[in-house]
């Protein structure tokens, strides 16, 4: 336990109005110890979790980012540790009467002058990465499709220097699932959707083993892959390698046939040479987990900075995780650029509510054990943290779970999807996602096998332990040196130097990545 004397208090308190204010010392701060201007602590208050300023009644809101996170069960007094068992959670906003399109948008000058080095694609979009995406369309492949990934990777993929990776896009859908199912159509369309992402280059190979329910042509119909002048494949221009294809006499027969395609599409790709783009041709997906209360204070307000800066080039942001955007509703159909945007965004909120209805939960099934260690009492306090990621620009679409991007769609984009790091993240790349920032204050070593992603620690101990997995250390804007700003452009910068691929991020360093992870809100059978 620290000594009074030793230390001096720091806290954050994020708005006028907040009469909380989390603690920011490594190791938390003892009883005894005096905040500067407030009161003395009661008892001992962990790292990030919150000490009231004044003395709230019973009843009474406590207040964080200007907004109640809760009513005080019963009476607080200044100086106590306000601990998520004080707090009676808020009510979900109801979708009735929300602002639509109101908020007048900030007037920010352009960002002009910031350009990458990218791969540009015959769809107009540009990879971050060349890489040969291998397309499953049932799981009963995926063994096969390892097995002929690892072959390419020794003995192809030298051959072709200028090809990054060979990526086997492996899930679990594909057969013993209700394919007729409304909702069917959000892995179906997720999984199209990946085979597509701009760091694929626009090749398109399909592992498939023949009697399964998602068949290569409902996966990829017609005219959803661009043909290039020289593919040689069929009519359709889909190039599948069926496993159950009377041709295939034994397993290495299969493999070998996977490896005589793949080696056609590492012949186009190892052809392509990054080209100078402007700073527009980002398509950044942000999302954050294992939050703690930093979260909100550092590595997403610095995020939220930065997506305004990529906004202002011209790029494209999506920012997604539903339930921890749901309690900030009021916020973002104000936000949004039009009514019908708005609408959208009502939507997606409507169609999550009644998700979570079926499964007799509500949006405070979010959040995790670490969470709360971590200091944030409810989903609505984790909420008002996560959306800062979105920054202050207008809101200019709404996709739906699994949906892509049109071309030429830029701008600040609300992507639905569930917060699940790994299904969030499949689902922005799904949307076509060329780089991937995430923020964590607990620690995860997330990672995506075919997008950079560049992870910010909220906090500077999580950095100093984990300084060979963390990209970036916002913690410094709570230790003092560094303001928000700062680390807004600092990740910015290195943006443009990993998306270059000039730089590589420690998860790419090591090769770390999960499991692509569908979203398939439709039964199984
Ligand atoms: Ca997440």
């Known amino acids: ?147 002929a990934v690892q072959r390419i990777k020794t003995e192809l993929l030298p051959r072709y220097p200028n090809v990054d990776d060979v990526v086997a896009l492996e899930h679990h859908y594909g057969c013993g699932v209700a394919i007729d199912a409304p909702d069917a159509v959000v ?70 046939s996977i490896l005589r395609q793949a080696e056609q599409h590492l012949r186009r790709l190892n052809a392509r040479r990054r080209e100078t783009v402007p700073a527009s ?11 703690d209360a930093f979260s909100g204070a550092t590595a997403n307000p610095a995020v939220g900075f930065c997506t305004d800066l990529l906004v202002r080039a011209g790029a494209t942001v999506m920012f997604s995780e539903t339930t921890e955007v749901r309690d900030g509703i009021a916020q973002l159909t104000a936000r949004a650029a039009t009514p019908a945007v708005a609408e959208a965004l009502v939507r997606e909120m409507a169609w999550y509510d009644a998700y979570l209805a079926r499964g007799r939960v509500d949006r405070s099934a979010n959040t995790t054990p670490g969470n709360k260690k971590g200091g944030l009492a409810n989903i609505v306090e984790k909420a008002m943290g ?54 964590t204050g607990r ?7 075919a997008v950079p992603v560049i992870k910010v620690a909220t906090r500077s ?7 060979d997995l963390m990209d970036v250390n916002a913690g410094r804007i709570a230790d003092g040196p560094a303001t928000i700003e700062d680390v807004g452009w600092e990740l910015f910068r290195l943006m443009l130097e990993v998306a270059s691929g000039r730089k590589q991020t420690w998860a790419e360093r090591w090769k770390l990545h999960n499991a692509l992870a569908l979203f398939n809100p439709a039964p199984v059978t």
């Open 461 to 467: 101990d999580l950095a100093r332990r984990w300084h």
């Open 386 to 439: 996560s959306i800062v990621k979105s920054g202050s620009m207008p809101i200019t679409g709404v996709l739906a779970p699994g949906e892509k991007l049109a071309p030429n769609q830029r701008g600040l984009v609300y992507a639905a999807t569930p917060a699940s790091d790994f299904i969030c993240g499949t689902l922005q790349m799904a949307a076509g996602m060329n780089l991937h920032v995430f923020t």
């Open 1 to 147: 336990m620290t000594s009074i004397a030793s230390v001096k208090p720091v806290t954050i308190r994020m708005h006028e109005r907040d009469n909380v204010a989390i603690v920011a010392n490594d190791g938390g701060l003892p009883a005894g110890a005096a905040l500067p201007g407030g009161p003395v602590l009661r008892e001992h208050v962990p790292q990030g979790h919150k000490v009231a300023l004044v003395d709230i009644a019973a009843g009474a809101p406590v207040l964080r980012y200007g907004v109640a996170i809760g009513h005080a069960l019963a009476g607080i007094a200044a100086g106590r540790w306000v601990h998520e068992r004080l707090l009676q959670m808020p009510e979900a906003r109801s979708l009735e009467g929300l602002p639509m399109a109101t908020a007048r948008p900030p007037t920010e000058e352009p960002l002009t002058g910031y350009t990458f080095e990218g791969y540009r694609n015959a769809d107009g979009s540009v990879g971050t990465r060349n890489i040969l995406a291998v397309t499953q369309t049932v799981q009963c492949v995926a063994g096969v499709t390892a097995f």
């Open 443 to 449: 620690g995860t070593p997330y990672g995506l096998a």
């Open 187 to 256: 892995p179906i369309r997720t999984l199209r959707h990946l085979s597509l992402n701009p760091n694929f280059g626009g090749e398109v190979m399909v592992v498939s083993l023949g009697c399964e329910k998602l068949q290569p042509e409902r996966l990829l119909p017609p005219g959803s892959v661009p043909i290039s002048d020289a593919r040689e494949g069929g009519e359709s221009g889909l190039d599948v390698v069926c496993l159950q294809d009377e041709a295939h006499v034994g397993f290495m027969s299969m493999v070998e």
């Open 281 to 291: 041709e980002l398509v950044v997906g942000v999302q954050c987990g294992g939050s």
